[in-house]
């Protein structure tokens, strides 16, 4: 199981991200391998913010509409009340509360790597799938 971060999933949108081919090579690559790919609500919350603001509502929407192919995690208040404790505790400009909620999704999972182009993962000890 892989988590699928917001900057996995922006740059599968947007062709014109610099990671763009890297994200497609990399979702190749796990259905190929026959990974499933984890999301959490913060996550969808958030990519749907940052696709409407980059590329528009069409983006946004697709999106959306993609979600029910992921296995979601839904934050219970357990998982936020962590997450906000873990965003304190870093207490590091450009990490974000949506980071730090993957990291202990990532922890309560078993998962070791993320479709993401975030260094914050790496720092955290996780590995990059795309990157």
């Given at each position: 199981m892989i988590l699928?971060?917001?900057?996995?999933?922006?740059a599968l949108a947007n062709g014109r991200d610099p990671y763009h081919a890297r994200a497609v090579a990399a979702m190749e690559r796990c259905l190929a391998e026959g990974e499933e790919?984890?999301?959490?609500n913060y996550i969808v919350g958030e990519a749907v913010w940052v696709l409407q603001r980059r590329l528009g509502n069409r983006p946004a929407l697709a999106f959306l509409e993609q979600v029910a192919d992921f296995e979601m995690h839904w934050l219970t208040p357990?998982?936020?009340?962590?997450?906000?404790?873990?965003f304190v505790q870093r207490?590091?400009?450009?990490?974000?509360?949506?980071?730090?909620?993957?990291?202990?999704?990532?922890?309560?999972?078993?998962i070791t790597h993320a479709l993401a182009f975030d260094a914050d993962f790496e720092r955290e000890g996780f590995a990059l799938y795309g990157g």
């Open positions: 699928l971060d917001t900057s996995g999933i922006v790919l984890l999301i959490h357990e998982d936020h009340a962590e997450a906000v404790g873990l207490n590091r400009r450009g990490l974000s509360l949506v980071d730090c909620a993957s990291f202990v999704v990532m922890r309560r999972y078993g």
